[in-house]
């Protein structure tokens, strides 16, 4: 294909296989397009075809594979998408990314080389009656949802949080043939050459990225219960993360929130004292790998979600385990073997 030709203004960098989050966002931009169309467009080596035709399920009515030799980064893939759309698009389009490591570096390249609006970790997007695109998106640590405005004309780049829309049924239909074209990534920067890595604080990280989150509630009593867990949490190497409750008595910091009305935690370790485990609480720690919870109540929820429930104050359990965890670093230190 040469010149310009007048296509959906709507497409969908897909990533990698497919997944869900493509998905994801493939529905919205079909809302979007309407009554157009939506494409997706993606960018790799000649076998990433067959990964496109889940896609014609799911709203693409066009499909295009900018071709390269092997895997592209995340800047080639920017770039190329970002040529091939000001080469192929007359109008300004708007751009659907999900909201992943790999799509956020790619929307910010997309975002460059069309001069677009970027619009990162939105829930929704629609079109007002002016013409203009609105943009959902959380703010203030998810506590609020702010509308951004894109301006009726003006080309959008937006990346789509994985899971706040959901993946519609798929549906029967005509097949769509692949378009292919050599990708141009000329101008794309190099990779990045990584010298170190460094890593990050524990108390400072967001809980959405912690490894190890020690978690505590309204059972813990108060700011000194909170300090005790703190101590706890940092030869534990973990983020110190609690309940609505505790955030609501002011124990906590709010971005400290774990729950549907917080944060979605998915950490290896969950370690909970004095979380009663509300339907709301349990939902944001679903993705945790290994829960363990301390509570009084026989009945807290918390308990039959946890992998290992100790039925008990929770105080004497955090002492022995910060006597413990202290014991084994200074035998480590010492070059001993650290007792179990």
């Given at each position: 294909m040469s010149?310009?030709?007048?296509l959906t203004?709507?497409?969908?960098?897909?990533?990698?296989?497919?997944?869900?989050?493509?998905?994801e966002?493939?529905?919205?931009?079909?809302?979007?397009?309407?009554?157009?169309?939506?494409?997706?467009?993606?960018?790799?080596?000649?076998?990433?075809?067959?990964?496109?035709a889940?896609?014609?399920?799911?709203?693409?009515a066009?499909l295009?594979?900018?071709?390269?030799?092997?895997?592209?980064?995340?800047?080639?893939?920017?770039?190329?998408?970002?040529?091939?759309?000001a080469?192929?698009?007359?109008?300004?389009v708007?751009?659907?990314?999900?909201?992943?490591?790999?799509?956020?570096?790619?929307?910010?390249?997309?975002?460059?080389?069309?001069?677009a609006?970027?619009?990162?970790?939105?829930?929704?997007a629609?079109?007002?009656?002016?013409g203009?695109?609105?943009?959902?998106r959380?703010?203030?640590?998810?506590?609020?949802?702010?509308?951004?405005r894109?301006?009726?004309g003006a080309?959008?780049?937006?990346?789509?949080?994985p899971?706040?829309?959901?993946?519609g049924p798929?549906?029967?239909?005509s097949?769509?043939?692949v378009?292919?074209?050599?990708a141009?990534?000329?101008?794309?920067?190099?990779?990045v050459?990584?010298?170190?890595?460094m890593?990050?604080?524990?108390?400072?990280?967001?809980?959405?990225?912690?490894?190890?989150i020690?978690?505590?509630?309204r059972?813990v009593g108060?700011?000194d219960?909170?300090r005790?867990?703190?101590v706890l949490?940092?030869l534990?190497?973990a983020?110190?993360?609690?309940?609505?409750?505790?955030?609501?008595?002011?124990?906590i910091?709010?971005?400290r929130?774990i729950?549907?009305?917080?944060r979605?935690?998915?950490?290896?370790?969950?370690?909970a004292?004095?979380?009663?485990?509300a339907s709301?609480?349990?939902?944001?720690?679903e993705r945790a790998?290994t829960?363990?919870?301390?509570?009084?109540d026989?009945g807290?929820p918390?308990?039959?979600?946890?992998?290992?429930?100790?039925?008990?104050?929770?105080?004497?359990?955090?002492?022995?385990?910060?006597e413990r965890l202290?014991?084994?670093?200074?035998?480590a230190a010492?070059?001993?073997?650290?007792?179990?």
């Amino acid at each position: 294909m040469s010149g310009k030709q007048s296509l959906t203004p709507v497409w969908v960098v897909a990533e990698g296989a497919a997944g869900e989050a493509t998905l994801e966002a493939l529905g919205e931009a079909a809302e979007l397009a309407r009554p157009g169309v939506a494409g997706a467009v993606t960018v790799g080596p000649a076998e990433t075809r067959d990964t496109l035709a889940p896609l014609a399920r799911h709203g693409a009515a066009r499909l295009v594979l900018l071709r390269t030799p092997g895997a592209a980064s995340p800047a080639e893939v920017g770039c190329a998408v970002g040529a091939w759309l000001a080469d192929h698009s007359p109008d300004p389009v708007i751009a659907l990314l999900p909201h992943t490591r790999h799509g956020l570096e790619v929307a910010a390249h997309l975002a460059t080389r069309l001069d677009a609006a970027l619009a990162p970790d939105a829930v929704g997007a629609r079109r007002a009656a002016d013409g203009s695109l609105e943009v959902t998106r959380p703010a203030y640590g998810d506590r609020l949802y702010a509308t951004v405005r894109v301006p009726a004309g003006a080309a959008a780049v937006v990346t789509l949080r994985p899971g706040a829309l959901g993946v519609g049924p798929a549906r029967p239909g005509s097949a769509v043939t692949v378009e292919e074209e050599p990708a141009t990534i000329h101008g794309a920067p190099g990779p990045v050459r990584v010298r170190r890595v460094m890593a990050a604080d524990p108390r400072t990280i967001d809980l959405r990225d912690a490894e190890r989150i020690v978690a505590g509630g309204r059972g813990v009593g108060g700011p000194d219960g909170f300090r005790e867990l703190e101590v706890l949490a940092d030869l534990l190497g973990a983020a110190v993360g609690g309940s609505r409750v505790a955030v609501d008595l002011g124990w906590i910091p709010w971005e400290r929130q774990i729950g549907q009305s917080g944060r979605a935690v998915a950490p290896e370790l969950y370690l909970a004292f004095g979380i009663s485990g509300a339907s709301q609480h349990i939902a944001g720690i679903e993705r945790a790998r290994t829960v363990v919870a301390v509570n009084a109540d026989r009945g807290a929820p918390l308990l039959g979600r946890a992998q290992l429930a100790a039925l008990g104050d929770w105080r004497p359990v955090a002492e022995a385990l910060i006597e413990r965890l202290r014991q084994r670093k200074t035998s480590a230190a010492a070059g001993q073997t650290a007792p179990r």
